[in-house]
DNA sequence: TCTGGGGTCCTAGGACCC
DNA sequence: TCTGGGGTCCTAGGACCC
């Protein structure tokens, strides 16, 4: 536990630090502020990045536009109702990726305990690095300098004695600000429970239910009365929040992903099932070309299907030997697919994902193998380009030579 | 307020095996 | 023929994050 005394042998040999050493670094209005550092006439403008049509949602938005209420995941439509002067400008995924590798470059350059978490926020250990730059809060301060003159974008730090204080932390700092956190218990007390990191719409409800408001009610609540409410892992997760979280190391290595998956909400909703098919190869090819690059292998797929009513449903198919093949990807999703009988339903949106993934130079040779279409599969791409046209699937999209 | 797209982790039930 | 308990895998759904 964070801050109480170990022993060993009899005697004193560790008192864990219970310093402000993790940092929580996190950039402002990321995807909005790269695209306003890139374009001048964009600055100082409600600025809102994502597609603006009736279906699209908020990406990221400026300060400007939040000023006016706009907030990220907010649908387009409400957002243009609330701030009708903000201009939409689609997302540059490549640009925020380059940006990030920046960020991550400067943050590296003061500590070598890095974890980055998303493109625009990491956790950096900084207990190793008072020496040479000073308190946290002067580091803090000379990373926020860096990031500012190097990347000409604002990012706030916090810190506290965990990751989950220092994220915390970071968040009652927003924007451009710097919160070194030294008493946790009085920093988290007054907390609302359901603006924890990790506690979301579902678990702050019940907790309130509960009577359960702010963080000083949930460290008076005992963790078994936690436990039985809301399960064995939540119950002990959020008992140890009320605590200031968890005292675990920053996951600095290599990290292996998961699952690799695409999907798409379509403008109108699918009914036709050859369209429902072809979209699914597509997907299906998404998936393959990135498991392709990034030399995975993967045994699990599962398709997503959203209804016109937003029920969303998954089915999904595993196989023994891991593959990379589009066309077993996509004989495995459609048979996946049509195990859900979606009966006369319009379809909002499709997804294909592949997991139980493994990495390595097998799974490299696996998703390089890619064998000639099946006979079904041959036949399934002809018939969508009868259907529509033969720029629907195109040859050098799905047999790419790589 | 008619709700994106990329993920991770947890739970619970059933099949199957010992 | 009925009765066990544990472990693992698969499947479906849901909560949460940015």
């Given at each position: 536990m964070a801050g109480g005394h170990e022993r060993a042998f009899g005697r004193e040999v560790v008192e864990r630090s219970r310093a402000a050493d993790i940092l929580h670094a996190d950039l402002d209005a990321f995807y909005a502020s790269v695209e306003q550092e890139a374009d001048p006439s964009l600055r100082g403008r409600p600025l809102i990045v994502g597609?603006?049509?009736p279906r699209g949602v908020v990406l990221s938005?400026?300060?400007e536009a939040r000023a006016a209420g706009v907030r990220n995941g907010m649908p387009s439509m409400r957002a243009k109702r609330l701030c009708p002067a903000a201009v939409f400008v689609p997302a540059r995924f490549d640009a925020y990726q380059e940006k990030s590798r920046g960020f991550r470059e400067v943050l590296r350059s003061f500590t070598p305990l890095v974890e980055t978490t998303w493109m625009d926020e990491a956790f950096c250990d900084v207990s190793g690095a008072h020496t040479l730059y000073g308190s946290t809060l002067e580091l803090a301060t000379a990373i926020r300098r860096r990031v500012a003159g190097e990347l000409k974008l604002i990012c706030s730090v916090g810190a506290g004695s965990t990751k989950f204080v220092a994220k915390m932390a970071?968040?009652?700092?927003k924007p451009n600000g710097v919160l070194v956190v030294g008493d946790s218990p009085a920093f988290l007390s007054p907390i609302d429970v359901g603006d924890l990191w990790g506690v979301g719409d579902a678990t702050a409800a019940r907790l309130h239910e509960l009577g359960i408001r702010t963080v000083s009610d949930l460290l008076a609540t005992p963790a078994t009365l936690l436990r039985r409410e809301l399960g064995q892992s939540l119950g002990s997760h959020l008992a140890a929040l009320a605590r200031g979280g968890h005292d675990e190391e920053l996951a600095t290595g290599d990290y292996d992903a998961k699952s690799v998956g695409a999907e798409e909400t379509f403008e109108t909703d699918l009914a036709s099932e050859d369209r429902i098919q072809a979209e699914i190869l597509r997907l299906a090819d998404r998936v393959a070309s990135r498991m392709s690059a990034g030399g995975v292998a993967g045994r699990c797929v599962t398709v997503k299907i959203r209804l016109a009513s937003f029920a969303t449903h998954t089915r999904s198919r595993t196989v023994r030997e891991p593959t990379g093949d589009l066309w077993t990807i996509y004989r495995l999703a459609r048979e996946a697919y049509e195990s859900f009988g979606?009966?006369?339903q319009r379809v909002r949106l499709l997804g294909v994902?592949?997991?139980g993934l493994?990495?390595?130079p097998l799974a490299q040779q696996l998703s390089l193998d890619r064998t000639p279409p099946h006979?079904?599969?041959?036949k399934a791409l002809a018939s969508v380009r009868r259907r529509f046209g033969q720029d629907a699937l195109t040859p050098a999209r799905l047999l790419r030579p790589d």
């Open positions: 597609w603006p049509g938005c400026s300060y970071s968040r009652a700092c979606r009966g006369r994902s592949m997991s493994v990495h390595g006979a079904e599969a041959a």
